[in-house]
């Protein structure tokens, strides 16, 4: 039986499924998917009820990205991205009544939100501007040269890093809620791009203009290192994992297909199923764990009940549990899918079959390009050479 929260995306899902060749093939936005989530109520869900939304949780997030992701990556995507930003509001800004009120929209109006975290010249680190928001007279403005913004064509508002002011050193920053009306985009360069073509991931100069209220209260370092970073991590994870679930499946479908024509022989091709079924298990668990602690987190009365080894973790640990997550599932799952290629064959290779999975394949190499996973091993390093807790222990 399909569980209730599940429902609303098994639509969405067959919808993004129809379309997802034709998405990648053109290199276009999967309206068609997205008009869904918003026909669902998907895009405001997790505004709190008290807001009118549904307060859904992120392991329940996770669960729909997957079920997208196996029918279209770079709708799961959009879907990922976007509830990204979401949980930075409930974690962070829901106490400024700009940002209650904001919430209030997204959840009646099923606002899409777009990120606007890199910059020209700052080497894909997150945690540098080199812009400015600036302030007066009750109003803000900032400029940024952006090389990609995922959707913004597309976007209703967007959540924007800059330094908290001309001064301030580059680490220094806010996140600031830019509305769609309020915004000037001059396109400055393409996305033609490998895989998950549909971002439509654009170079931009954004342009914002404001009220003061609408920059977030808490500083953006607190707001990447608590919420951003690591609900990025998870949400694409289960993206990872859908594409890698549905390659398998297709790759499963093709043994048994052949198993058929020739009764009582194993394909060939079975012992390389096995070697994609362990490691996916491995994900499932894990990632099962994590998002049961993030939730758990956010709930008084069940982080009481929850040992404190069993716990979110805090501070480097988080980092690292992060950082960990995001290599070894960006790797497992290209190799997961690599197999379901070699099992397929020429039927996989080719576009336009049933078993094709050379969109899995090409989609799949985000994964480790998505803050490179070189960036993320050597900052991985250091942080285990300062973290004192005990590594591995049960």
């Known amino acids: 039986m399909t569980a209730p929260a599940l429902i609303g995306i098994d639509r969405v899902a067959r919808i993004a499924a129809t379309h997802a060749d034709a998405v990648d093939r053109e290199g276009r936005f999967p309206a068609e998917a997205v008009a869904a989530m918003r026909e669902e109520g998907l895009l405001g869900q997790m505004v709190p009820a008290t807001l009118g939304g549904r307060g859904t949780p992120l392991s329940v997030v ?188 297709r790759a499963r479908r093709f043994l048994r297909e052949r198993a058929r024509r020739t009764p009582g022989v194993v394909p060939p091709g079975a012992a390389r199923l096995t070697q994609s079924v362990g490691p996916l298990q491995q994900m499932r668990s894990r990632l099962r764990e994590l998002l049961a602690q993030y939730d758990s987190a956010r709930d008084p009365a069940a982080a009481a009940a929850v040992p404190p080894r069993d716990r979110w973790p805090e501070g480097m640990a988080l980092a690292v549990a992060m950082n960990s997550l995001k290599v070894d599932v960006s790797e497992t799952c290209l190799q997961v899918v690599h197999n379901a290629m070699v099992i397929c064959g020429m039927a996989g290779y080719r ?44």
Not at 87 to 103: E, N, R
């Open 62 to 249: 996770a669960q729909q990205t997957q079920v997208l992701a196996r029918a279209c990556a770079s709708s799961a995507m959009v879907f990922a991205m976007h509830h990204n930003q979401i949980a930075c509001v409930i974690d962070h800004a829901l106490g400024d009544p700009w940002h209650a009120d904001f919430a209030r929209r997204l959840a009646a109006e099923q606002l899409l939100v777009a990120s606007v975290t890199s910059e020209v010249g700052i080497g894909g680190d997150m945690r540098s501007s080199t812009c400015a928001v600036a302030v007066a007279d009750g109003r803000f403005t900032l400029e940024k040269a952006a090389p990609t913004i995922s959707y913004a064509r597309y976007a209703d508002a967007f959540f924007v890093t800059a330094r908290a002011h001309a001064d301030a050193p580059a680490s220094d920053q806010v996140l600031v809620t830019v509305l769609r009306a309020d915004t000037t985009l001059d396109h400055t360069g393409e996305w033609d791009a490998l895989g998950l073509r549909g971002t439509c991931s654009e170079a931009f100069r954004f342009v914002g203009t404001g009220l003061a209220a609408q920059v977030m209260p808490t500083s953006f370092a607190d707001i990447a290192g608590a919420t951003m970073v690591p609900v990025s991590h998870l949400l694409w994870a289960a993206a990872w994992t859908g594409i890698a679930v549905d390659a398998t499946a």
């Open 351 to 394: 576009n336009g079959t049933e078993y094709s999975v050379g969109r899995h394949l090409r989609d799949i190499y985000s994964a480790q390009l998505m803050i490179s996973n070189d960036r993320v091993v050597a900052t991985t390093g250091a942080l285990l050479l300062a973290q004192r807790s005990e590594i591995g222990a049960l």
